[in-house]
């Protein structure tokens, strides 16, 4: 996807939820005092600045596709870094339930795989030591009470 | 105050805090090293420990980071032509060649000892302009107080000078962050959708974990190899940095650190005597420029390279191996983190994301810093400034004492590094409150810098609107009051005129700036 597009679609985006900001703004309750700024007084100014510079971004992004601006190679995630992602959401959603030492375990060896590990002994030592380590120095030596899970 | 000045010093003496102070820098120093590894980063990982530590300790910690960090940067930026932090770029610019010479341990000692002068330097400048700024800053009204957060908030300017309208962007979102939760004058519920959690507002911790860290490990998950070790190399060795397949010398074969000469680390008398214009150059001009909000170390560094190239009469050298090229942007990039800390703890604004954590990290312990800090904890606030002092001392030490095995450590495999630090930023965000609803916010400002990455769209101004959002909005709405909803008082207050006319010089300075980086 080119800049033009990345400005695009962001600004329409952005431009969505400058609108859905504003309307909660208004509907926020006007108790102030008279000729004193109220409680929504500040988010109508972030509303009106929001919804201002995302249209601001999608004209750019507009332009720019219309003058083929733009088209420079940008970030992109890699497969990798998508798989930590996912990875990283199925691991938060299972610690509440799982507890913090079950949930890090497979979570901590599919990372040191995804950085590159591949001798097995070291990716199930990791994966067992590292959140391991870290359940103890929190929670033994520092008293961080870590999620224990639904289990216990 | 003299015994808030020595009972600041007693705390920053005790064992704990001394030891805290020194580890911050052992931490700070490996961290600067590692490649793609931040100083922010590090103070997040280390950010859960320090919620059960005393404040006193807690901040030597910190300061032993960031001053560490500073040091750390150059070592990288000089062994392997891959600056640590922004700040120490132009370390490599005369460093590297140095090592390319085989005075790598000559290059390091020059680093070492310009940052320590650079640090002392700045703690001297933190020890007597703070106590009075603060004692002026007590005066300040909300109109004046506004207006210094604006002042504050216009840093944000100097990091989007490549598009205007992505950095403001930044900001404003970071302002519509702000607003979830009680509003700061009436406390009425905005934008919480009847959920309890959201009451009390999005914790900046959490948001700043998420948006510093997530992107960080995902970025370490480019182009690593098996092992994935960062090399360490001089010219032409597997691993070095120029050495083919071995892309900015970070995923190479195992570290060539016995092959670095490193005996010579003590710097020659003759060295000392050629680095005196140059450190007191860096020194003047980092703590200068780290007093003003937004200039930072970077810059710091390469303008005081730029003074010691003209002012030594050796310009033809630099570049090509001079010491004073080495020493003047060390001593100045080591100097700002002194001059930072000057706006931080008087004004309570931040003068970089750094200072920014150490905000978050000091209210987080119920100490507000600004004007008050100096009435309500004067001790704590002396604390800190002796504690910065010995974070230099220590950065001394460890680095002449252990610089041989330090070095090793820029070979760590990231294959354990990042997994660890992935759940440290989970048990962190967690350990704020105890609440998996923090974790879960965490992720989704993950997800926030990672798609500000995509659209190539700054951070940090929504991390400054994240610190000062809140002020910003509680002044501005107390002073309309006190007025009537007369702004007028903006511009006839003399402090209040001064700030805003200083936000004026600020935006137009990176306007021009940005101008200039631009021009062909």
Partial sequence: MSGGHRNLAAGAVLLAVGIGYGLATALLPDRTLPDTPGPAFFPWLIAIGLIGLSAALTVRGLTAIRQRDGDVAGYRLPRRGWLALVGFAAYLLLLPYAGFVLASVPFCGGLVALYGERRPVIVLAAAILIPLMLFVVFSTGFQVLLPRGAWL | ?520
């Avoid at chain 2, 170390?297 to 030594?312: E, M, R, V």
């Avoid at chain 2, 001059?339 to 604004?349: F, W």
């Avoid at chain 2, 997994?419 to 926030?448: E, K």
């Fill in chain 2, 1 to 520: 105050m003299t015994g808030d000045l020595l009972q600041g010093l007693l705390q920053a003496i005790q064992p704990a805090s001394l030891a805290a102070t020194g580890v911050g820098c052992l931490l700070g120093i490996v961290a600067g090293m590692i490649p793609g590894m931040t100083i922010s980063a590090a103070m997040i990982i280390v950010l859960p420990l320090t919620f059960v530590l005393d404040p006193n300790v807690s901040i030597g910690l910190f300061l032993g980071l960031y001053a560490g960090g500073m040091l750390g940067g150059s070592f990288s930026a000089i062994l392997l032509n891959i600056p640590g932090t922004p700040s120490s770029a132009a370390t490599a610019l005369d460093g590297y060649p140095l090592v390319a010479r085989g005075q790598a341990g000559r290059a390091l000692g020059m680093a070492v000892s310009a940052s320590f002068c650079g640090g002392l330097f700045s703690a001297l400048c933190l020890f007597l302009i703070a106590p009075r700024l603060a004692d002026l800053a007590l005066q300040f009204r909300s109109a004046d107080l506004f207006s210094l957060v604006f002042l504050g908030l216009t840093i944000i300017c100097s990091f989007a000078s490549r598009s205007w309208i992505k950095g403001l962007l930044s900001a404003v979102i970071g302002l519509a962050i702000v607003t979830v939760g009680q509003d700061p004058v009436m406390g009425t519920a905005r934008f919480t959708f009847r959920d309890p959690n959201l009451l009390s507002g999005v914790h900046f911790l959490t948001a700043l974990i998420g948006l510093f860290a997530i992107p960080q490990l995902i970025e370490n998950l480019h182009g690593n190899s098996p092992g994935g070790a960062i090399g360490l190399g001089v010219p032409g060795r597997p691993g070095s940095p120029d050495s083919p397949g071995s892309p900015g010398g970070r995923n190479g074969t195992a570290p060539a650190a016995g092959a670095i000469e490193l005996r010579k680390l003590l710097p020659a008398f003759a060295d000392l005597r050629r680095i005196r214009l140059p450190v007191g150059i860096g020194s003047a001009v980092g703590t200068f420029l780290g007093i003003l909000p937004g200039a930072g170390g970077p810059i710091a560094a390469f303008i005081s390279y730029d003074y010691a190239k003209k002012a030594t009469g050796r310009g033809d050298r630099f570049g090509q191996g001079a010491v004073e090229g080495v020493a003047a942007p060390e001593a100045a990039n080591n100097a700002v983190t002194g001059g930072a800390l000057i706006p931080m703890m008087t004004l309570g604004i931040p003068g970089d994301p750094v200072t920014a954590i150490l905000i978050g990290a000091l209210l987080a312990h119920g100490l507000a810093p600004g004007p008050l800090l100096f009435v309500e904890r004067a001790d704590f606030a002396y604390g800190l400034m002796f504690s910065f002092f010995w974070a230099n001392v220590f950065n001394l030490l460890i680095a002449l004492a252990g610089l041989r095995l330090l070095v090793k450590v820029v070979a760590a495999p990231r294959t354990l590094l990042m997994p660890a630090v992935a759940i440290l930023c989970v048990v962190g965000a967690w350990s704020l409150r105890n609440s998996i609803f923090d974790v879960y916010v965490m992720f989704g400002f993950g997800l926030l810098g990672l798609a500000m990455k995509w659209l190539d769209m700054p951070v940090v101004p929504l991390l400054l609107a994240l610190v000062l959002g809140r002020q910003l909005e509680e002044n501005l709405r107390i002073a309309l009051t006190g007025s009537q909803g007369d702004i007028t008082m903006f511009f006839t207050s003399p402090f209040s005129a001064l700030f805003l006319g200083l936000s004026v010089v600020s935006v137009v300075w990176s306007v021009v700036g940005a101008r200039r980086q631009r021009a062909p």
